[in-house]
Nanobody, 117 residues
Framework: QVQLVESGGGLVQAGGSLRLSCAAS????????MGWYRQAPGKQRELVAV???????NYDDSVKGRFTISRDNAKNTVYLQMNSLKPEDTAVYYC???????????WGQGTQVTVSS
């Protein structure tokens, strides 16, 4: 089992910045991908950005150039730096941990990000 603890959400004006953090603990396999998904009211959960333990990244087109994902493997922590935030970025952001060897997937409790216009 893997536990995920998120932090860093909040309310910000359009054009502002926020930084999300997610720390993983428990039985952690070294071959994994961590990342962020988001879900806005009435919409499906969607990928925002992911990063492998080797540093490979993937971003949704809507956040490219504005968001940066990074991780500290020694701390089993993933970060999402969100700049130039837009009202359409408003959603609950969920941390995700995927074990590539077993296919197990774990979710954080979610953190609210609200961008006012």
């Amino acid at each position: 089992q893997v536990q995920l603890v998120e932090s860093g959400g909040g309310l910000v004006q359009a054009g502002g910045s926020l930084r999300l953090s997610c720390a993983a603990s428990g039985n952690i396999f070294s071959s994994n991908t961590m990342g962020w998904y988001r879900q806005a009211p009435g919409k499906q959960r969607e990928l925002v950005a992911v990063i492998s333990n080797g540093g490979y990244t993937n971003y949704d087109d809507s956040v490219k150039g504005r968001f940066t994902i990074s991780r500290d493997n020694a701390k089993n922590t993933v970060y999402l730096q969100m700049n130039s935030l837009k009202p359409e970025d408003t959603a609950v952001y969920y941390c995700n941990f995927f074990e590539r060897g077993t296919g197990n997937r774990y979710w954080g409790q979610g953190t609210q990000v609200t961008v006012s216009s």
